[in-house]
T-cell receptor
Framework: DAMVIQNPRYQVTQFGKPVTLSCSQTLNHNVMYWYQQKSSQAPKLLFHYYDKDFNNEADTPDNFQSRRPNTSFCFLDIRSPGLGDAAMYLC???????????????FGPGTRLLVL | GNSVTQMEGPVTLSEEAFLTINCTYTATGYPSLFWYVQYPGEGLQLLLKATKADDKGSNKGFEATYRKETTSFHLEKGSVQVSDSAVYFCALITGANSKLTFGKGITLSVRP
């Protein structure tokens, strides 16, 4: 039944050691998003894919990269995690409407990243 | 630009109390409005939505009405349960892009 799946649910990495978080979806949605959520804050959009087109937010650090090899999967790569990158990372998907970007976003359960 | 303002929290209620969480917005164009709920340690779940003025979204006993004249989308529930304890986010999307604009979120705690 799970529609947006994130693995792992908890990830521990070392300062400076590259880490990859994964997201998959069974909804066949063409838009996928990555958000960062720190404690007691709203999610912050890092980037999104519209099909294969990558859209980076202006204030997303270069340390964060993403890959989308096919419709179902999307990866978040953190090249050199710092202590400040410890957060919940949320993946979301939506189906782009022909009217414009008003379709509902569906979120996965998130991956909580801990940086030691 | 777009913005969403939620009432300050946290909110603590006794079980079976009436709940109102205020949400107002500023947006260009005609936004779609959403309430998301986040249980401890979990991702966001869509609670309800409304896509045009005067629409009422409802789910699990929660309701919210899209009020264009007051630019509001207040969340209500007649009788809260302990299991409703969570963080609630009001959000909007406009046709200009695909980006959700979130409010700051409010923590609801329901006492038995």
């Amino acid at each position: 039944d799970a529609m947006v799946i994130q693995n792992p649910r908890y990830q521990v990495t070392q300062f400076g050691k590259p880490v990859t978080l994964s997201c998959s979806q069974t909804l066949n949605h063409n838009v996928m998003y990555w958000y960062q959520q720190k404690s007691s804050q709203a999610p912050k959009l890092l980037f999104h894919y519209y099909d294969k087109d990558f859209n980076n937010e202006a204030d997303t650090p270069d340390n964060f990269q993403s890959r989308r090899p096919n419709t179902s999967f999307c990866f978040l790569d953190i090249r050199s995690p710092g202590l400040g990158d410890a957060a919940m990372y949320l993946c979301a998907t939506s189906r782009e409407s022909f009217r414009g970007g008003e379709e509902t976003q569906y979120f996965g359960p998130g991956t909580r990243l801990l940086v030691l | 630009g777009n913005s969403v303002t939620q009432m300050e929290g946290p909110v603590t209620l006794s079980e079976e109390a009436f709940l109102t969480i205020n949400c107002t917005y500023t947006a260009t164009g005609y936004p779609s409005l959403f309430w998301y709920v986040q249980y401890p340690g979990e991702g966001l779940q869509l609670l309800l939505k409304a896509t045009k003025a005067d629409d009422k979204g409802s789910n699990k006993g929660f309701e919210a009405t899209y009020r264009k004249e007051t630019t509001s989308f207040h969340l209500e529930k007649g009788s809260v349960q302990v299991s409703d304890s969570a963080v609630y986010f009001c959000a909007l999307i406009t046709g200009a892009n695909s980006k959700l604009t979130f409010g700051k979120g409010i923590t609801l705690s329901v006492r038995p």
